[in-house]
C-alpha cells in the first residue's frame, strides 16, 4: 500500500511564503511520478495548479510554483493572498496507478 | 467551452450498482486519458480509476477493483463509470478528470450508498 504524505495543517500569514511538500513511502519522489498539484477550496470542486513537478497551467497564479526539493515534491506559495486559504493536494503517480496525498490545509492569518 | 460535467450521482441501496457519466466539451477528448477521483464527505481526494484515450488500458484503486468498470465513448465526447457491489464506503463526491496536463475537473456528483 503506497502512501504519499503531506503536512497536515500550514499557517502563513499573508504576503509570506510557504512550502508545501509530498512524499512517497517508496522513496525519493522523481519527475518520473509527475507530480500534480490542485487546489481546493470549501465547497468547491478540486482546481489544478501545477503538473509534471513544475509546469502551470494558463489560471495559475504566479505566486505558485512547483519542484522537487529534498527527495519531495513541493509547492511553493511566494506573496500569500488571502484568498490563497485552501486545502492543496499532491498527486503522484505510479506505474498506472495514481495515488493522491492526505491534503495540507493552509490558513492564511 | 472547456468543461467536464458529471451527471449520474444519487443514492443507492448497498450491493446496488449506479452509472456515472462525464461528458466533455470544449477539447479533443478523444486524444487524452481520463480519470475518476472521488471524496467521501469531510474528507480527501482518492484517485479511482484511470483509463488510455483508446479505453483499450485500464486500471484501479484496489478499494474498486473488480466492482467498478471505467469506460468511455469517444464519438459522444464522454467517460463512464459502472459501479456495482456497492457499500457503505463508496458514498462520496465522485470529480472525472482529465489528464493532468489538461488540468480539467468537473463540478462532481454526489453518490450516497444507504439503506
Known amino acids: 500500500q503506497t502512501v504519499v504524505t503531506q503536512e497536515p495543517s500550514l499557517t502563513v500569514s499573508p504576503g509570506g511564503t510557504v512550502t508545501l511538500t509530498c512524499a512517497s513511502s517508496?522513496?525519493?519522489?522523481?519527475?518520473?511520478?509527475?507530480p500534480t498539484w490542485s487546489q481546493q477550496k470549501p465547497g468547491q470542486a478540486p482546481r489544478a495548479l501545477i503538473y509534471t513537478t513544475s509546469n502551470k497551467h494558463s489560471w495559475t497564479p504566479a505566486r505558485f510554483s512547483g519542484s522537487l526539493l529534498g527527495g519531495k515534491a513541493a509547492l511553493t506559495l511566494s506573496g500569500v493572498q488571502p484568498e490563497d486559504e485552501a486545502e492543496y493536494y499532491c498527486?503522484?503517480?505510479?506505474?498506472?496507478?495514481?495515488?493522491f496525498g492526505g491534503g495540507t490545509k493552509l490558513t492564511v492569518l | 467551452e472547456v468543461q467536464l460535467v458529471e451527471s449520474g450521482g444519487g443514492l443507492v441501496q448497498p450491493g446496488g450498482s449506479l452509472r456515472l457519466s462525464c461528458a466533455a466539451s470544449?477539447?479533443?477528448?478523444?486524444?487524452?486519458?481520463m480519470h475518476w477521483v472521488r471524496q467521501a464527505p469531510g474528507k480527501g481526494l482518492v484517485w479511482v480509476s484511470r483509463?488510455?484515450?483508446?479505453?483499450?488500458?485500464?486500471t484501479y484503486a484496489d478499494s474498486v477493483k473488480g466492482r467498478f468498470t471505467t469506460s468511455r465513448d469517444n464519438a459522444k465526447n464522454t467517460l463512464y463509470l459502472q459501479m456495482n457491489s456497492l457499500r457503505a464506503e463508496d458514498t462520496a463526491v465522485y470529480y472525472c478528470?482529465?489528464?493532468?496536463?489538461?488540468?480539467?475537473w468537473g463540478q462532481g456528483t454526489l453518490v450516497t450508498v444507504s439503506s
Open positions: 470544449g477539447f479533443t477528448f478523444s486524444r487524452h486519458w
Open positions: 483509463i488510455d484515450s483508446d479505453g483499450n488500458s485500464l
Open positions: 517508496t522513496g525519493a519522489v522523481t519527475s518520473d511520478y509527475y
Open positions: 498527486l503522484l503517480h505510479y506505474s498506472g496507478v495514481h495515488v
Open positions: 478528470m482529465s489528464e493532468t496536463v489538461l488540468g480539467l
